[in-house]
């Protein structure tokens, strides 16, 4: 049987990466959920989901007219206990002038000076009270906390809001674009290989490499709930990386080791099996295509890894190879 001419590539030790893919979310480093400080009706809302605000600007407002008239009537207590703290001054300098004189005697002295303190206690009490008033009426406008990108907004005018709610019924948030990191959760059985620096490839659902980075945190404990150790990497923004909460894929790199690399178009697969024509030289001088099964791992640019099944060094037939059967002659031509 006339040998068929075939390329063929010698197999390379090639470093590596040992790696897992896992999902990653992307968030801010500087990200602020908004809850409501008071309770009652939400009478506006003067931003939308996607605008820039700069920090103090006002986001939405709850009914304040409830703590305005408590604000109120805490002045006018205020102004009733001033007015009185002055009487009491003007008094008590009175009775200083009148025992000064020997007009009066000790005891009116004492009373008058006892007076004085209560009024100028009761005066300051009514002060910080409107104080703290002024300043709970002031909660009564939601405003931004730094610059930054306004959320989702759940809430409605006209709804009834209050700091008593769940953490998720929260008003909206405010993400600083800049800062950002991916959050990844690895599995409990790789946390003895977890460490810092660990190299990290992040990709977009659709495979494009997005960034390289490496991990800067690690979590001293394990999430109850999915049972994973969380990671962090920083991230650049990018325009395919800019929003707070956006899912990608993370690669994390644990390794590097010599493995045997071999291009995509030398593997064959029959029935699952992934196998490899190797042009194999005989007693006689002449060669054959072996078929030899192999075990893949992950590819490298265009090329698979091999962990099982081949020896650095063998000619791995990488043309023609829809023709080839086990045993048949061929000619190898190094590519």
Same mark, same amino acid.
Do not use: C, W
């Given at each position: 049987?006339? @040998?068929m001419p075939v390329? $063929? +590539?010698?197999v390379q030790l090639q470093p590596v990466a040992q790696s897992n893919e896992y999902m990653a979310t992307i968030k801010s480093r500087r990200s602020a959920t908004i809850l409501p400080q008071v309770s009652g009706l939400l009478t506006k809302i003067l931003v939308h989901s996607g605008e820039h605000v700069k920090a103090g600007q006002a986001l939405m407002e709850i009914d304040p007219r409830q703590q305005q008239a408590t604000v109120a009537s805490q002045g006018a207590t205020e102004r009733q206990k001033k007015a009185l703290y002055d009487y009491d001054s003007i008094?008590?300098?009175?009775?200083?002038?009148?025992?000064?004189?020997?007009v009066t005697s000790k005891d009116a002295l004492d009373q008058a000076q006892q007076a004085y303190d209560n009024a100028k206690a009761d005066y300051e009490a009514a002060r910080g009270t409107r104080d703290v008033q002024e300043a709970q009426l002031g909660y009564y406008s939601v405003r931004a906390p730094f610059d930054g990108v306004?959320?989702?907004?759940?809430?409605?005018?006209?709804?009834?809001?209050?700091?008593?709610?769940?953490?998720?019924?929260?008003? $909206?948030t405010v993400d600083q674009p800049g800062d950002l990191e991916a959050y990844i959760y690895i599995p409990t059985e790789r946390s003895s290989q977890a460490r810092m620096g660990l190299a990290v490839e992040l990709y977009d659902t659709s495979g494009k490499l997005l960034e390289k980075s490496k991990i800067d945190f690690l979590s001293p404990q394990v999430d109850p709930n999915l049972q994973g150790i969380l990671a962090k990497a920083p991230v650049r923004p990018t325009p395919d990386i800019m929003r707070n909460a956006q899912l990608i894929k993370a690669r994390v790199i644990w390794s590097t080791k010599p493995m045997v690399v071999?291009? +995509?178009? @030398?593997?064959t697969r029959q029935g699952g099996q992934p196998f490899i024509y190797v042009a194999r030289k005989q007693p006689n001088g002449q060669y054959i295509a072996a078929e030899t099964p192999v075990t893949l791992g992950d590819t490298v640019g265009n090329s698979y890894s091999v962990t099982s099944g081949l020896n650095a060094g063998d000619q791995v037939v990488v043309s023609s190879t829809q023709f080839l059967v086990n045993g048949m002659p061929v000619s190898p031509i190094p590519g």
């Open positions: 049987m006339q @040998a390329k $063929t +590539v010698a008094e008590l300098g009175r009775q200083k002038k009148l025992f000064d004189a020997g306004v959320g989702d907004i759940p809430v409605h005018v006209g709804d009834y809001v209050s700091p008593q709610s769940s953490p998720t019924n929260f008003l $909206t071999v291009p +995509v178009l @030398a593997v």
